[in-house]
């Protein structure tokens, strides 16, 4: 019985959808610097193109805000007077 080896290309991009910061904080209701501090604390990945194109992860920032989302409690806490 013969091993065979093979070499199989995976693209790790082909379900990500790549976009820049200010359709996609337009899309979200967020203005681009925000996802620009994102990146720059490390909560989410940057992808610089070139000099002057970066691109984010959709999937990745979706995934960020839907995780750092506050549930405000206030309206169980009133009381009706």
């Keep these: 019985?013969?091993?065979?080896?093979?070499?199989?290309?995976?693209?790790?991009?082909a379900d990500r959808k790549f976009?820049?910061?200010?359709?996609?904080a337009a899309k979200l209701g967020l203005h681009a610097k925000t996802i620009f501090r994102w990146a720059n604390a490390g909560l989410i990945h940057r992808y610089k193109?070139?000099?002057?194109?970066?691109?984010?992860?959709q999937g990745e920032v979706v995934a960020f805000v839907e995780?750092?989302?506050?549930?405000s409690g206030l309206s169980n806490l009133r009381e009706d007077r």
């Design 1 to 13: 019985m013969s091993k065979i080896n093979q070499t199989v290309a995976v693209n790790p991009t």
């Design 19 to 24: 976009t820049k910061a200010k359709p996609l």
């Design 49 to 57: 193109v070139n000099e002057r194109v970066v691109l984010f992860d």
């Design 67 to 71: 995780s750092a989302r506050v549930f």
